[in-house]
């Protein structure tokens, strides 16, 4: 099992920028993916971003070009570096890690417990 604490949220105007980390400890394997997902007040969670152990990234639509995915593995930490705030982005963002390659998590997929970002108008 691995574990993963989240840190780096909060609030931030229209157009501002946030910087999330998610430090994972555990069996950690490689190759392996972390992802950030995002959940707002009455709405399923969504993917946000993801990251391979081996660098490869992926981005929903709605943050492309907004958002940054990276990670330091020899500190087993992910980041998502958040620009251009919108209101729309304000959710509890939630940090997944599973083993292996691809971007859907799998039934063995670890979660942190989430950092609230609310982005004011």
């Known amino acids: 099992q691995v574990h993963l604490v989240e840190s780096g949220g909060g609030l931030v105007q229209d157009g501002g920028s946030l910087r999330l980390s998610c430090v994972a400890s555990g069996s950690i394997l490689r190759p392996n993916t972390m992802g950030w997902y995002r959940q707002a007040p009455g709405k399923q969670r969504e993917s946000v971003a993801h990251?391979?152990?081996?660098?490869?990234?992926n981005y929903v639509d709605s943050v492309k070009g907004r958002f940054t995915i990276s990670r330091d593995n020899a500190k087993n930490t992910v980041y998502l570096q958040m620009n251009s705030l919108k209101p729309e982005d304000t959710a509890v963002y939630y940090c997944g890690y599973w083993s292996g390659l691809g971007w859907t998590p799998s039934l063995h997929t670890d979660w942190g417990q989430g950092t609230q970002v609310t982005v004011s108008s």
């Open positions: 990251i391979t152990s081996g660098g490869t990234t």
